[in-house]
């Protein structure tokens, strides 16, 4: 069966400093990657999506950015973050063709 | 432009009555619907979804769901509420394409 890993759980970072989170997915092969950033407790807001190894499409601008070096790994960057960068990141893995998605356990980010 | 309606921000029932969740949605052709539940803290689950066939779609812990093609709608129900279907609830909608277009999110509230 599939299996999508996030991490950190959480993580506290100051203004200013860099960022890395990590997406695994088990279980299956060329799957579409997807990062979601979610505020508040509410509404998901899609970041990036990927549909193969170094294929990134960016959804809205801003502070992010997104890489595909492996074919079920999916790394979401920033270089110095904000404020408003703050929230609960999600993880998604689809198949090739669409559909329903399968979320991680997502990541608590907190900027101070 | 797709899109998805959650016009209700909370809904409260009482464990044993029966629940439902409303959407709407807004798609050009033909569109794939689906239910997520979310706990705090953690990532969403899949419950169900609708691509052709039967009006009437099962999922995951009893939940149900009902597409009416003319009221443009995908309401989530099930029968006997339990207290722990106390979630946050959200429809999505997609056009086949890569992207799922989700609502705002509705708070499930069943007490006991």
């Known amino acids: 069966s599939q299996t999508i890993h996030q991490w950190p759980a959480t993580l506290v970072q100051p203004v200013g400093s860099p960022l890395s989170l990590e997406c695994t997915v088990e279980?299956?092969?060329?799957?579409?990657l997807y990062w979601y950033r979610q505020a508040a407790g509410r509404g998901l807001q899609l970041l990036f999506y990927?549909?193969?190894?170094?294929?990134i499409s960016s959804e809205v601008p801003q502070n992010l950015s997104a890489s595909r070096p492996q074919d079920r790994q999916f790394i979401l960057s920033s270089k110095k973050l904000l404020l408003s960068d703050s929230g609960f990141y999600l993880c998604?893995?689809?198949?090739?063709?669409?559909?329903?998605?399968?979320f991680g356990p997502g990541t608590r980010l907190t900027v101070t | 432009a797709q899109s998805v309606a959650q016009p209700e921000d909370q809904v409260n029932v009482a464990e044993g009555n029966p629940l439902t969740v409303k959407c709407t949605y807004s798609v050009s052709g033909n569109p794939y619907l689906f239910w997520y539940v979310q706990y705090p803290n953690r990532g969403l689950q899949f419950l169900l979804k609708?691509?052709?066939?039967?009006?009437l779609v099962k999922g995951s812990y009893g939940f149900e769901a009902e597409f009416n093609k003319s009221q443009t709608s995908f309401h989530l129900k099930k029968p006997s509420a339990l207290v722990s279907d106390s979630a946050l609830y959200f429809c999505a909608v997609t056009d086949s394409s890569y992207k799922l277009i989700f609502g705002s999110g509705t708070r499930l509230l069943v007490r006991p």
């Open positions: 990927s549909v193969g190894i170094g294929q």
């Open positions: 609708y691509i052709t066939g039967d009006n």
């Open positions: 998604a893995w689809s198949v090739p063709m669409g559909g329903e998605q399968y």
């Open positions: 279980g299956t092969s060329n799957p579409n």
